[in-house]
């Protein structure tokens, strides 16, 4: 019988395997909202879980590429200021521009995700 359940201690040990068989990095539970497990005969046979997420938008007046740059840096300082002071670990930009993805690599030291940006609205 497969059932879903809120994770426990004691299933520690198999989320840490489960995670190693991802090939992700381990997952960061700061801001951990929910942990749940799905158990078939016993085992814990997949982990998934809900936690807060920082997510960073920047609307420029596109009249000048210096002002957006200049915009752009100072906004993100303020940013980072303030998720330091608000104890928020990750920042996580979505763009669409190749080239200023490139630019926050090489210049803001962000780093590229694995797989696909996705989402879904909850319905209330």
């Known amino acids: 019988m497969i059932e879903i359940r809120k994770a426990k201690k004691e299933d520690w040990e198999d989320i840490v395997k489960l995670s190693a068989l991802s090939g992700l990095p381990f997952p960061d539970f700061d801001r951990l909202i929910s942990a749940s497990v799905v158990v078939k005969d016993d085992k814990v046979i997949a982990f998934g879980y ?38 928020i670990p990750t920042i996580t930009i979505f763009s669409e521009n190749p080239s200023f993805t490139k630019i926050l690599e090489d210049n803001f030291n962000y780093t590229p995700c694995k797989g696909d940006a996705i989402y879904r609205e909850v319905e209330q």
Request: with cysteine.
């Open 50 to 87: 809900i936690k807060t997420f920082v997510e960073a938008i920047f609307f420029p007046d596109k009249e000048s590429k210096k002002s957006i740059a200049v915009s752009f840096r100072l906004l993100h300082e303020q940013m980072l200021k303030e998720c330091k002071e608000l104890g």
